[in-house]
């Protein structure tokens, strides 16, 4: 019982930790952001801080990997059944991908448009293909080289409409980019079917 409520209390104080650095993000570049203003700002002390990352690296890391599972497991929920042998009509219910990114604007933008991982959309990218391929792969009857072709066109379709909507600002809500992308996406599929 001690080891979980241990963890429980772990987790919480990392995702303070975590949110206060997004928040410093959101004015301050990462550079001149210390563990002294994360600290600060997460209402904890160093040692405390200290006892979870090794410095704001190992933080900024953290905060990095939490928001590619996440977008992961949303494209997971999102796609696993429409593969591309997949005659079935996308869902709209089962596209939650947009919604993930609209939950996580402030933090997804930060890291897009900052010094901070220059090599974000092709990390996020690289994330999509490789887990389109692990879903649809046992599901697919089709040469790799074909299904990788697939799966790369898909992820630049969907890496795209994601890429624009943030650099509208999210002016439209993620409901109505969620249907123009399932729209644009079942009119594939009802020419296969015709």
Not at 130 to 139: F, G, R, T
Not at 151 to 157: L, P, V
């Amino acid at each position: 019982m001690q080891n979980d409520s241990d963890s429980r209390s772990a987790r919480r104080t990392k995702h303070l930790f975590k949110d206060a650095l997004l928040r410093l993000l959101e004015t301050e570049s990462f550079a001149y952001i210390s563990v002294k203003d994360i600290v600060e700002t997460a209402d904890f002390n160093r040692t405390t801080f200290y006892n979870h990352y090794i410095d704001k690296f190992d933080l900024l890391d953290d905060v990095t990997q939490d928001l590619l599972d996440e977008f992961s497991d949303a494209l997971q929920t999102s796609f696993q059944k429409y593969h591309p042998n997949s005659k079935i009509l996308i869902n709209k219910t089962d596209v939650t991908i947009f919604e993930f990114v609209y939950r996580h604007r402030y933090g997804l933008s930060i890291f897009k448009q900052s010094e901070l991982l220059p090599n974000f959309s092709q990390k996020c990218s690289q994330v999509v293909q490789d887990k389109l391929m692990d879903i649809w792969s046992p599901q697919v009857d089709m040469a790799e080289h074909r299904l990788k072709a697939y799966t790369k066109i898909f992820t630049y379709g969907l890496m795209g409409t994601i890429s624009g909507w943030m650099s509208e600002d999210f002016s439209a809500p993620p409901e109505t980019v969620t249907q123009d992308f399932v729209d644009f996406y079942n009119l594939k599929v009802e020419n296969i079917n015709k």
